[in-house]
């Protein structure tokens, strides 16, 4: 079965600067789109930033400006920068398949999921 693991967590200064990865195994193809969303205790989930099938990133209201999402091949990255207390979470990779000649975005919907990595936000 398709699995997602993100790495990169841990601590960094507020202004600081953190890059996430996610690398996703067990696709038979490249048919698939992936997302990051974050989680605070007590909170909703919230979509962070994403990749669709077109290839356009999108990103969530607050981080657009500051965060950078890429992917290469199966792994999808994110750049974090300036970044804030609130900004402290755990961080998931997400992932979505589509149908061939279809289309697909993770942050809309997604059946896949990682197990999260947190960092935290130092002053």
């Known amino acids: 079965a398709p699995q997602l693991a993100e790495s990169g967590g841990g601590s960094v200064q507020a202004g600081g600067s953190l890059t996430l990865s996610c690398t996703a195994t067990g696709f038979s193809n490249s048919g698939y789109c992936m997302a990051w969303f974050r989680q605070v205790a007590g909170k909703e989930r919230e979509g962070v930033a994403g990749?669709?099938?077109?290839?356009t990133p999108t990103y969530g209201n607050s981080v657009r400006g500051r965060f950078t999402v890429y992917r290469a091949f199966n792994t999808l990255s994110l750049q974090m920068n300036l970044l804030r207390r609130e900004d402290a979470a755990v961080y998931y990779c997400?992932?979505?398949?589509?149908?061939?000649?279809?289309?697909?975005?993770?942050?809309?919907?997604?059946?896949?999921w990682g197990e999260g990595t947190q960092f935290t936000v130092t002053s």
């Open positions: 990749i669709g099938s077109d290839g």
């Open positions: 997400a992932a979505v398949r589509r149908r061939s000649g279809g289309s697909c975005n993770a942050l809309i919907s997604a059946n896949y």
